[in-house]
C-alpha cells in the first residue's frame, strides 16, 4: 500500500503558539448558527447576521495573535441562494458594508485580504468593492484573510478540471501531465495552503460543500456555540484542542516519532 500522495504541498510545519504548542497555520472556519442564535432571543436573522460579524472581528483579532497565518471564513456558499429573498437581500447589504468599513481596519493591522468564489454571481458594486479591498491589501504581510463568498468546492473543484480541459484542447498540456499538482495549482484557492484545522459552530458536523479540496487532511473540530457566542475565548479553546491531536498524514505513530527524533 502507498502512502497518499495528497497534499500536494508538503504539510507545512507548525508556528509556536501562546502555550509553547504547535499551533495551526491555516485555519478554516464554517460559520454557522446565526439565525438560531437570533431567533432564541426572539430577534430577525438579519440581526443574528450582525452579531456574527462581532465574531468575526473577535476571531480576525485572536487568529493573527496567534500566530494562524491564512485565516479563511465560509462567508456565503453557492447554495446560500436558495435561502428567502429577504435574507440574502440583507446578507449582501453587510457584504458590502463590511467591505466599505472593515478593510481599512484590516489594511491599517497588515492583514491581506482574498474573496475566493464565483464574484460574478453579486452586484457590480460589491465586485467593484472586492476589487479595492484586495487591490488595497495586496502588499500586506500579515495574517492573510480568505473570505469565501459565492463558494463552493464542487464549483471549485469542477472549475479547475475545465481549466485544465481547455489547455489539454489547445494542445497546450498533455493528459499525463494532470496530477494532483496541476489541479492543486489550477484551484480558485491556489494561493491558499491546505487547511490544518476547520471549526464549525453551532454543532452541526458536517463541511456543507466548503474547501472540499483543501480539506483532505484537516482536523476536523465541532463547537456547539451559535457563531455570535464564538469568541476569541472559544477560538483559544479549538487551537488548544488542536494542539492536543497528532496528524499522522496517512502513517503509524512510529514514523512520526521516528521523524521527531
Known amino acids: 500500500m502507498t502512502s497518499p500522495q495528497f497534499p500536494t504541498r508538503a504539510p507545512h510545519d507548525a508556528s509556536p503558539a501562546g502555550t509553547g504548542e504547535s499551533s495551526p497555520l491555516h485555519v478554516a472556519i464554517i460559520m454557522d448558527g446565526n439565525n438560531r442564535w437570533a431567533r432564541a432571543r ?17 476571531v480576525i483579532q485572536r487568529a493573527a495573535e496567534r500566530g494562524v497565518k491564512t485565516l479563511s471564513l465560509f462567508a456565503f456558499s453557492s447554495e446560500n441562494w436558495k435561502r428567502p429573498a429577504a435574507e440574502v437581500n440583507a446578507l449582501m447589504e453587510l457584504f458590502l458594508m463590511a467591505l466599505k468599513r472593515e478593510v481599512k481596519k484590516l489594511h491599517e493591522r497588515n492583514i491581506r485580504l482574498s474573496v475566493i468564489g464565483e464574484q460574478q454571481g453579486f452586484s457590480h458594486a460589491i465586485q467593484k468593492h472586492i476589487q479595492r479591498a484586495e487591490a488595497l ?33 489547445a494542445g497546450a498540456l498533455d493528459p499525463k501531465e494532470i ?18 484545522l476547520c471549526i464549525r459552530t453551532s454543532g452541526e458536523q458536517r463541511l456543507s460543500n ?36 497528532r496528524r499522522r498524514f496517512g502513517m503509524t505513530d512510529e514514523q512520526i516519532e521516528a521523524q521527531g527524533a
Open 179 to 196: 496530477d494532483e499538482t496541476r489541479l492543486d495549482q489550477a484551484m480558485n484557492t491556489a494561493e491558499v495552503p491546505p487547511v490544518d
Open 42 to 58: 426572539g430577534l430577525s436573522g438579519v440581526r443574528g447576521h450582525r452579531a456574527g460579524v462581532e465574531a468575526v472581528r473577535a
Open 210 to 245: 466548503f474547501l472540499l479540496w483543501q480539506l483532505a487532511y484537516a482536523e476536523l473540530y465541532f463547537s456547539p456555540l451559535y457563531w455570535p457566542d464564538f469568541g476569541a475565548q472559544a477560538f483559544d479553546g479549538a487551537l488548544n484542542e488542536f494542539c492536543s491531536r
Open 137 to 169: 491589501t495586496a502588499d500586506n504581510t500579515g495574517m492573510h484573510l480568505v473570505i469565501a463568498a459565492n463558494y463552493g468546492g464542487h464549483w471549485d473543484i469542477a472549475r479547475a478540471s475545465r481549466a485544465l480541459a481547455e489547455q489539454v484542447a
